[in-house]
């Protein structure tokens, strides 16, 4: 079976997750069968990989978003539970994620993180190649 990667994008902040999914879509292996798929936000992210795995669609994965840290607690809350929420279901599905949702205190901090020199999606991309290949 040729092994299937889903790039799942939480596309809130496009302009950023862009670059994260160029840079991982430029440096995975082109043995791999790779398809970008979209949701809303960064919480949506935990509930597409799962349902992916689950019918088999995909084996292997990196999760693609930004959270911004705002004015209110909401940042530690999406952030932690979207963590959590990645190793949980890298446990319970024994499925693989490379996990690039950026936690940034602003966009100036997310957009270092896409320059070609820093691209945290090449950095996911080479993860994956690394254990997979």
């Not at 970008?36 to 689950?54: C, M, R």
Request: a negative charge; hydrophobic letters at 40%.
């Amino acid at each position: 079976m040729k092994n299937k990667v889903a790039l799942v994008c939480s596309n809130y902040y496009e302009n950023i997750t862009e670059g994260l999914i160029n840079g991982a879509k430029d440096n995975l292996d082109p043995s791999f069968d790779v398809e970008v798929i979209l949701v809303d936000g960064a919480w949506e992210l935990i509930y597409k990989i799962n349902q992916l795995s689950k019918n088999k669609s995909f084996d292997k994965f990196i999760a693609i978003g930004v959270i911004v840290k705002g004015d209110t607690d909401h940042y530690e809350y999406i952030s932690k539970s979207v963590a959590d929420g990645l190793i949980n279901l890298t446990i319970h599905n024994n499925i693989y994620i490379a996990n690039c949702v950026l936690n940034v205190l602003n966009l100036e901090q997310a957009n270092e993180r896409i320059s070609d020199n820093k691209n945290k999606g090449s950095e996911a991309a080479s993860a994956l190649n690394n254990l997979f290949l």
